[in-house]
């Protein structure tokens, strides 16, 4: 069975420093893993995924996450907050399986504040 | 660039009315989503659908059903809407790259909040 937690619902960063959210996953197969963020008000728009390529996934606005099989784990991580980072991210399972067969899991979501 | 659009922003129902909420995707994707969005819950899948008429539950499938008579609409129905079922709704779709499954990235609308009184 799939499922996914992520460790913190609210982290506060200040300007100019880094980011770290946590997610830890588990899944029967070989999973595909995402991170999503959410600005309010709008859709959920795609920051980077993995699907068993390089482990150290680079997305976009300078966001990475890193697959570690052995800790079920892939932290999203960037280098130094900026202001229009403040939004909810979501770590997302889905399998290789298809058809009724598919499974696709979000996390809980971590709401991300960004202190001037 | 993908767009997926959702019909309304904000809706106000009352109890027992029936509900449409409509989607239209204009990248020909195979799959389409639907999920309801509540605080501290993250998102939960409604329904998905793989293909025209074709369609599976999801993990809150109670109180709902799905349409998908064409490749680029997905219509969800709330055949007699309650108060629990006021949340942000939420459609979503993915290509499945011609190897079926959806575990590619979804492309989300900006979701409409749906109240009922």
């Known amino acids: 069975a799939q499922s996914v937690t992520q460790l913190d619902s609210h982290v506060s960063v200040s300007e100019g420093t880094p980011v770290l959210l946590r997610c830890n996953y588990s899944?029967?197969?070989?999973?595909?893993l995402f991170w999503y963020v959410q600005h309010p008000n709008k859709g959920l728009q795609l920051l980077l995924k993995y699907t068993s390529a390089a482990t150290l996934v680079k997305g976009i606005n300078g966001f990475e996450a890193e697959f570690k099989k052995s800790e079920t784990s892939f932290h999203l991580t960037k280098p130094s907050a900026h202001m229009s980072d403040a939004a909810e991210y979501f770590c997302?399972?889905?399998?290789?399986?298809?058809?009724?067969?598919?499974?696709?899991?979000f996390g809980s979501g971590t709401r991300l504040s960004i202190r001037p | 660039d993908v767009k997926v659009t959702q019909s309304s922003r904000y809706l106000v129902k009352r109890t027992g009315e029936k509900v449409f909420l409509e989607c239209v995707q204009d990248m020909d994707h195979e799959n389409m989503f639907w999920y309801r969005q509540d605080p501290g819950l993250g998102l939960r899948l409604i329904y998905f659908?793989?293909?025209?008429?074709?369609?599976e539950k999801g993990d809150i499938p109670e109180g709902y059903s799905v349409s998908r008579e064409k490749k680029e609409r997905f219509s969800l129905i709330l055949e007699s809407a309650s108060t629990n079922q006021t949340s942000m709704y939420l459609c979503?779709?993915?290509?499945?790259?011609?190897?079926?499954?959806?575990?590619?990235?979804?492309?989300f609308g900006d979701g409409t909040r749906l109240s009922i009184l």
């Open positions: 659908s793989y293909d025209v008429k074709m369609k």
């Open positions: 997302v399972v889905s399998d290789h399986l298809v058809g009724s067969a598919s499974k696709i899991i």
């Open positions: 899944s029967s197969y070989s999973p595909s």
């Open positions: 979503a779709s993915s290509t499945t790259g011609g190897g079926g499954g959806i575990n590619r990235p979804q492309h």
